[in-house]
Structure formats: C-alpha cells, structure tokens
C-alpha cells in the first residue's frame, strides 16, 4: 500500500517560484538597498545600535551582514554592484563620541554626522506599558516623514534628497493601506541645528465608538463577571483607568479610503491613526558633506571654512597624491609583467627539456631493439656516396658497438674491509660467538679439540693450550713449559 504524503499542497504560486528561483518583481529591484556597518571597535552598545538600525532599514537590507576586521571599504563597494546596493551607514567611535555616515554608491556623495545622544530600542521599548511590536511589521518597508528640512542651503537639498533616496518611493494609485506598518521621522530643530530621529508603530482604530465597545471587538472577550448587563459596561466606559484613556482629534482622525485591517476598520469611516514609538532614538549633527565616497573635496563643514586660495591648494596636493599613485600602480603592474614573462619562458624551457629528454630515451629504446636498422643506413649512405658496396670489416666496426654502461642505483656498494681489522674476527657477531664459547663460560660445552687463539702468558712465547672435557688441561707438542692443573671457572 503506498504510502500518503503529509504536509501542506504547494500551490502554482509556489511551484513557479521554485521553478524561477531567479525571478524578483521589478519593483523590489529598483528599490534601495542598504548596507549598516560599523568600522573599528565600537564596544557593545554601538553594535547593539548598528543591529537596531538593521530592523528600521528591513527589509531592503541585510540583516545578518557579517564584516570581518580585514574587511574594507572597497570589499563593500565590489559587492555592492550586484547585489542591488545603494545606500551605505557607517558607525565609527573615537574618544570624542560616536559618528554615523550616510553614504550614496558607489561614487558618493558622504554625509558626515555627529551622534550628540542615542538610546536603544530596549530601551524606548522598557519605558512603554503596552509594546507594539509584532514580527509582520517589518515586512514593508517604512512611511518616511521629513519635517521643517525644507530650508535654504545647498546641505539642507542634500541631507533630504539622501533621506528620501534611502527608502522606497510610495505610489499612491497602487498603495496598499495594509502594507504601512511603521514610520520613520527626521526633524530638524533650528535652534540646536540637530536632526532628531524617531522610529513609529502605526495603528489605526474605528471612530464613534466606546473604549468598551472597541474591547468587547477585540478577538479576546474581556471580564464581565462583576456587571449584571453587558449595558453596564458599555455605558460605563468599561472602568479605565486616565493612563488608559487615548485621546482623539481632529489632527489624527481620518476617513480611510480603504478597508484596514482591525475590526471596524471599514472603507469611508472615520478612523484614528495612533503612533508608538518602537526605537531607535538618534539626535544628530551634520559636520561635513564629502563630494566623494568618504574621500573627495568637502562641499560642506559646519565648523572649518577655508578661503578659495586654500581649496585650490588642497585640490592640487590630492592631484598630486593621485598621479604618484597612479604611476606606483603602473611600476608595479609592469614588474608583474615581467615575472610572469620570466615563468613562462623558464616553464617553456623546462618543457622543452624534458620533451628533448623524453626523445632522446625512446630513441635509445629503438636502436637497442633493432640495431641492424642504423647499419642498413650507413650501408645505404656510403653506397650513395662511394658508389660501391662497403667491406664487410668496415661495417662490423660500426655495428659492434658497446651498450652504454648503466649502474644500477637500487644496488648498493659493498664497503671494503678495513685494513687495521684483523683477519682471524670476522665483525663483532663472530667475535662475541669465540668470547662466549670459552672454558668457564655459560656457552662451553666442552668439546674436545676446542682450540684457543695463540696468546703469550710470561711463561714462553708462542704458548698454545688444548682443553679437553671437564676442563683438563693438557700441552701441546711444541709447547714450553708445564701446563698442570684445571682451568679455573
């Protein structure tokens, strides 16, 4: 019996995607992209800012963005291009605070900004009583409100065009109300010339009806035990609290042009759009507009003004720093050229060589297997050259030829015996064999006949002794002297 398969139906939808794994709408494709980065040591609460930065740019950014300490910047730029990436922030710390930079690729231009203050959204989020957080809100992008940078001044054009650039343009023909879950601020105070950033939840909520009603709405049914009639409670106000109580006017009551997901939420009813901030916090000071990326002529400083003379030497110095390491690189690509023109030429040798090599054994081969074939040519040539055939003594010269002599490498070259080693002791094994064998010695056995080496006691030179069994000594003819006794063992 076959066996069913669990799990849920994948619909066409799915089964042309896995198809396509390639395929992306257009839109999602020309949408901006960012990078959020931090460069340098930044300690534990920068990066924990750089995290919480990630989640406002989601989810046109790279969230789990890994960077490594060899990394730099042109690594980021190289990337960039492919993957779809415009935009790049930059988080730096030095002993005088933290800096942020807004930075446009690939070729710029850098807005530089001092951060004055900032707080994570743990919290912003540990001072609110009701969080309004919830994983589907990060699914769309963000609303971008710019409030009070509508100002003269080249930087002001600048600073908005950035920001508006870095998320993606709304179409209000094809806007779905459902999709706007958050809502990013940028306000410019005038009287501290700081830019203050804020991150908002978006709620929307029905119009002309109790705060009682609106819970008894909600999926959860609140606690009714304490009233006798559900009229006590609608009329009531269901008992809230002043801390509960969410004014509404006329600055946040709208007529909503579609239906909006909530319960009461209708298409042409009046509904309130609420705000609550999610984090993080930023206040910001611009110090300097950089023409190109991190690098290039400064168009703005907020502190430094340096006269025309002054710019024009600066720009002269930095042409110069490039034609010096322009013409470097050049040095360096020529140098390149050379080895590798070196290598290939030695490669091209040593191939040769061993091709010549190769060659040169196969033919030593052929003329060992046929040597009649080099005779039969020289016959053949001083026949053509003489006239006449050749003697036969003449011929027999050329064919009886020696094999080249080969030694063998496997094979080892015997040593030559010392000469200072006496002859009768063949090396140390035959040696040790005579020492051990000797009357009185654990390998003596007692042969008869055992013969000692000639030795000189003191009593005649060329003295000889013959032991017989049980060690008894007895002399051998032409000897000198007594010889009595037993061996001592």
Do not use: W
């Not at 609460?45 to 989640?55: A, E, F, H, P, W």
């Not at 879950?181 to 700081?194: E, G, H, I, S």
């Not at 009233?227 to 609290?241: C, H, P, Q």
């Not at 496997?410 to 080693?421: A, N």
């Amino acid at each position: 019996m076959a066996r069913k398969k669990s799990g849920k139906r994948k619909g066409k939808a799915a089964k042309q995607a896995k198809q396509n794994p390639e395929y992306e709408r257009e839109d999602l494709k020309k949408a901006p992209h960012t990078f959020v980065i931090a460069r340098g040591k930044v300690g534990n609460n920068v990066g924990q800012l750089v995290k919480d930065v990630r989640r406002v740019m989601e989810p046109f950014t790279a969230s789990n963005l890994k960077v490594r300490k060899k990394n730099v910047l042109k690594d980021f730029v190289a990337v960039a291009g492919p993957l779809g990436v415009t935009h790049l922030v930059i988080f730096t710390k030095t002993d005088k605070g933290v800096n942020m930079k807004f930075s446009r690729l690939p070729r710029g231009p850098t807005l530089s900004f001092k951060v004055e203050n900032y707080s994570l959204c743990k919290d912003v989020l540990s001072t609110l009583k009701r969080q309004q957080t919830y994983a589907s809100q990060f699914q769309h992008s963000p609303l971008l409100v710019l409030n009070n940078l509508a100002r003269e001044g080249m930087h002001f054009k600048l600073m908005s065009t950035m920001f508006q650039n870095m998320f993606p343009s709304i179409n209000i023909h094809r806007l779905k109300l459902n999709t706007i879950k958050r809502c990013v601020l940028f306000t410019y105070d005038p009287d501290t010339n700081m830019v203050d950033f804020r991150h908002y939840n978006i709620k929307v909520v029905p119009m002309g009806m109790s705060r009682g009603v609106k819970k008894l709405l909600q999926s959860k049914v609140p606690n009714l035990k304490k009233y006798e009639d559900v009229s006590e409670y609608i009329l009531g106000g269901g008992n809230l609290s002043e801390s509960e109580a969410e004014p509404d006017g006329d600055q946040n009551e709208v007529d909503l042009p579609q239906q909006v997901a909530g319960r009461g939420n209708e298409a042409s009813q009046k509904s309130a759009i609420r705000l609550t901030e999610i984090g993080p916090r930023l206040r910001l000071q611009l110090v300097k507009i950089e023409e190109g990326l991190c690098e290039g002529d400064i168009i703005f400083h907020q502190f430094v003004t340096k006269s025309a003379k002054q710019i024009e030497e600066l720009k002269e110095r930095r042409e110069e720093k490039k034609m010096i390491k322009a013409q470097r690189k050049a040095e360096q690509n020529e140098n390149v050229k050379k080895k590798e023109q070196l290598k290939e030429e030695n490669k091209q040798r040593s191939l040769a060589g061993i091709k010549r090599k190769k060659t040169a054994t196969e033919n030593t081969a052929v003329n060992e297997e046929n040597p009649d074939d080099s005779s039969d040519d020289d016959t053949k040539y001083y026949k053509q050259e003489v006239g006449e055939e050749p003697d036969a003594d003449l011929m027999l010269s050329r064919t009886s030829k020696r094999k080249p002599f080969r030694q063998d490498s496997s094979e080892k070259r015997k040593r030559p015996r010392s000469q200072s080693q006496p002859q009768g002791v063949q090396g140390n094994r035959n040696f040790k064999k005579q020492r051990n064998e000797g009357p009185g010695k654990p390998g003596f056995k007692g042969q008869k006949g055992f013969k000692r080496k000639p030795f000189d006691d003191g009593k005649g030179a060329g003295e000889q002794k013959k032991f017989g069994p049980k060690g008894k000594v007895y002399r051998v003819k032409g000897t000198k002297g007594p010889m009595k006794g037993k061996r001592s063992r």
